[in-house]
């Protein structure tokens, strides 16, 4: 293990007075033969105070972060931008469900360290400077079985910290981890546990989640994680809106799984970066079908829902723009009856937007019956935004042959330019022959002088 430890960590361990642990997902990762990413997680522990890490850690090169000496914490980065987390050896009691423990108990005692922790699999050590594993509760046994296991009764595990509900689908879905029954009854019992978690912290495993295949390249593993959460039930209390569409059938010439599975399939069809469009495309067919007994306004529901749903998990606006504004697009043309002229007039007021609509229908077709080839919509939505970038048809405004010193010299009112121009984008738009400046500012001093 040493040859994939950062070589600032290893000077940290030489001039630490104390066996110096890494401890948690790195060393998992790497006893089931998953390769580190350049931003891993480097959680290290020692059964030793704060004051003798500080130390080390000045003489060794690095910058502390941050001390919390209450939990025996301390954040560092090294010299190349490598963070890493430091914890006390300690021992942990919690208020039922609540993430941060109501006592904290240091030790020098691995064995009550390793049982503070989650699952078995997170609480093999390997001791930096001695090159040496410990394994105080057979984690190393479950890696080489894919299992995920509690490192106490599942009923206690869960019950002291709501998080660990959702680390469970996000670490199974990571690694491709199975947990085991004990495991996933636990987390049923206590799903309701989950309400008790701040929704910047839910937000935060369900991003990782959702882009969980980026571990081991396995574009199966957000599906799976989602599917843990669904059988849990710890879904119906973090997205309930999209729960509810489980068991809702849906039209069997179109589809072949409930909303909920189509949902979650739409996941799995879908790049990373629209992961959360492809979740929650469909979150209005519930609320329709319940309010009209059918779907038609679900794209335009289904925008106002997932808007509600980010904005309760405090997600940055930027995904909650675009997530809403695709989640309303993507029912256009899904009857392939919209004119190209149409189309581009779409193209150019979504422009920011259209490659990821098209992933998005691409996603959406798949999911119905998973079938991967072409979605016709996508395939037509291509060739018109192909054909007007051939012809030099703007697409958006930067692509427009005029700006508004060519409608000032001509004679148009300042306080008329963002119309006028938004009005030339739409004719040129239409066809590519008429994007040229001479063309443009004629248009314009015939129609707006």
Sequence with gaps: M???????????????????YLV?????????????????????????AEEDLLTAAQRAGFRVRAVYRNTGTVKLQDNEGADYEFTRFRSDKYVRGAHTPSEIIFTDDMQK?????????????????????????GGISDIQKKLLRTVAPAR???????????????????????????????????????QDIAPERIYAELVRLLRSDGKRGDGSAPY?????????????????????GENMRQREDFHRYDVLEHSFRCVRYAPPEIRFAALLHDAGKPYCYLRDGNFYEHAKEGARIAEKIL????????????????????MKDYNLQMRPNKIRRTIVEYFPYIEALLALFQADFSACKDDTSPAP??????????????ERAPRCMKELNANGDDLLKIGIRSTKLSSVLKELLDYAALDGTRNRREILTEYARKHYL
């Excluded at 040493?2 to 110096?20: D, G, Y």
């Excluded at 989602?226 to 309930?240: A, M, W």
Aim: net charge positive; charged share 25%; proline share 6%.
């Design 113 to 137: 360290d390793a049982v503070r922790r989650d699952f078995c699999a997170n609480a093999v050590y390997y001791d930096i400077r001695a090159e040496q594993f410990f394994d105080p509760l």
């Design 156 to 194: 206690k595990v869960f019950g002291e910290d709501g998080l660990r509900l959702m680390r469970l689908a996000r670490q199974s879905a990571e690694t491709g981890f199975t947990p085991d029954g004990e495991c996933l009854a636990g987390a049923r019992e206590h799903a309701a546990l989950i």
């Design 24 to 48: 948690g997902g790195s060393v998992r990762d790497h006893l089931a033969g998953l390769s580190l990413p350049q931003n891993a997680d480097w959680d290290i522990c020692a059964p030793a």
């Design 224 to 244: 799976r994680g989602l599917c843990i959460l669904r059988e849990t039930g710890v879904l119906k209390h973090v997205l309930p809106e999209l729960a509810l």
């Design 377 to 390: 919509a996508a395939v037509k939505w291509r060739n018109v935004l192909n054909g007007m970038k051939a």
């Design 2 to 20: 040493k040859k994939v430890i950062p070589e600032n960590l290893c000077r940290l361990a030489e001039f630490f007075p104390f066996p110096l």
């Design 311 to 330: 904005t309760g998990l405090k997600a940055p606006k930027k995904l909650i723009v675009e997530t809403k504004t695709l989640v309303s697009l993507h």
